[in-house]
């Protein structure tokens, strides 16, 4: 990446991290893009370089964040050798996602309130400018290397992506019903059926 490039993703990872800290603490509704840019220390204009209005740096955000997280547990997971078997790379991922999820309230209360499968959609297909590859892109080439089949692979990520979601909420942010490694058994439990299902025999 050269000089004027690295510039370009600075200011727009810098203008990215002032809109998450800003929606966090003061709230999107109470955030403008003045509020963004000032904090960020760009001109204004630069704003409108890289985003179509406050609703649109909302969208990257949470698609950059989402992709982060991603790449973090599967930049984790090549590391361990062991791991020959789809389902187990799947499990590994989870598990560290999870982890890195408790360790970010704020990432958990910025997702849930804006997350809907059409948008995740999206940042499921989100390449960063610096050129990781999108969250799908990754699941698709475990796909491709796993010792069998599945069936319908994009479903198949819906349904877990929803039941984690669904199920890890309230237990992320209230522990409630119960705290996270306490209902992580039931919960990969489910996960490893749901995978038995879509698996080709």
């Known amino acids: 990446m050269g000089k004027v490039d690295n510039n370009k993703q600075q200011k727009r990872d810098s203008l990215l991290e002032s809109a998450f800290s800003l929606f966090i603490n003061n ?3 109470k955030t403008s893009i003045s509020d963004i840019v000032n904090s960020a220390g760009v001109a204004k204009g630069t704003f409108y370089l890289y ?11 949470i698609a950059h964040k989402a992709n982060q997280v991603f790449q973090a547990a599967y930049t984790e997971m090549i590391t361990h050798p062991e791991l020959t078997q789809f389902e ?5 991922m989870i598990d560290h996602i999870l982890n890195q999820l408790a360790n970010n309230l704020n990432l958990v209360k ?9 948008f995740f959609k999206d940042s499921l297909y ?16 475990l796909i491709q290397n796993a010792e069998c089949t599945y069936r319908s692979p994009e479903l198949m990520m819906y349904t877990i992506i929803e039941l984690i979601s669904g199920t890890s909420y309230n237990v992320l942010l209230y522990q409630q019903p119960v ?23």
């Open 27 to 29: 709230g999107f509704n």
């Open 51 to 61: 985003f179509k209005d406050k609703y649109d740096i909302r969208n990257h955000l």
């Open 88 to 92: 187990e790379q799947v499990m590994f």
């Open 110 to 118: 910025l997702i849930a309130k804006h997350l809907s499968w059409g």
């Open 126 to 141: 989100f390449t960063p400018i610096d050129g990781t590859p999108s969250v799908y892109e990754m699941y698709e080439s």
């Open 179 to 201: 705290g996270l490694e306490e209902l992580k058994p039931y919960l990969y439990e489910t996960v490893r059926g749901v995978l038995r299902q879509y698996r080709v025999e």
